[in-house]
């Protein structure tokens, strides 16, 4: 579906979170106003028609060199552990076998067979369009003892969710059940940009709506 229509119903999705909030007694749901939109267009990163998918390389650009800085500034501490404990030798050996996997993944990343190979991984509703994304971020939010960070994870998660959702519900579908099945999932054949888009968005949105008033508070 087209970005507007994600944003719209990630919007949506955080609003159902502040009305479960508001039955509840637990005004801190309303945070999720400001994750759910996120997750809502997170999915679209892989995509460089999208504004996330533009800022993408740049983005990589940083955390790539930021990785090599990173790298650098090990290995030196690494040493200079190793001369305080006079144990130089086995403080390199060490430092080795953790950096060389990282400096490996870094020319991954850059090799264009690696590119071809994994093209899974980096394509539009990819890795990116699976179950993966979402569910580690609740597994993230289950571990997390702090409240406003757990509502925050399960708002981006649930923006998340909604993002799949509707996509399922086009035409070229979503291989949500990766890495079980590469297979698109779609329920229904909508095309993107049409009148039909902007009524199944709306019923959608008005469902997501229900569901605080179904859940026990």
């Not at 119903?9 to 939109?37: D, E, K, Q, R, W």
């Not at 095309?191 to 179904?214: D, Q, R």
Request: contains cysteine; glycine residues 8%.
């Amino acid at each position: 579906m087209m970005g507007k229509t994600h944003k719209t119903i990630g919007i949506i999705t955080g609003l159902a979170f502040s009305i479960y909030g508001v039955l509840s007694g637990n005004s801190l749901y309303t945070l999720a106003l400001v994750t759910a939109p996120l997750g809502a267009m997170l999915p679209d990163i892989d995509h460089n028609s999208t504004k996330l998918g533009r800022a993408r390389k740049a983005i990589f650009g940083l955390i790539e060199k930021a990785v090599l800085l990173s790298i650098v500034i090990a290995f030196l501490l690494f040493i200079m552990i190793g001369f305080s404990q006079g144990l130089i030798f086995i403080y390199m050996v060490k430092a080795i076998f953790i950096i060389i996997p990282i400096i490996v993944c870094v020319i991954c990343s850059q090799s264009e067979w690696a590119r071809k190979k994994f093209k899974f991984f980096i394509k539009h509703r990819g890795i990116m369009h699976t179950l993966i994304v979402p569910l580690t971020i609740l597994i993230g939010a289950k571990m997390n003892s702090y409240q406003v960070m757990n509502i925050l994870l399960l708002g981006l998660a649930a923006g998340y969710l909604s993002h799949l959702v509707a996509d399922c519900l086009t035409h070229d579908g979503c291989p949500i059940l990766y890495p079980l099945s590469k297979t698109s999932i779609h329920l229904m054949n909508i095309k993107t940009n049409t009148v039909k888009e902007y009524i199944v968005a709306f019923l959608l949105s008005g469902g997501i709506i229900c569901i605080p008033f179904l859940l026990p508070h």
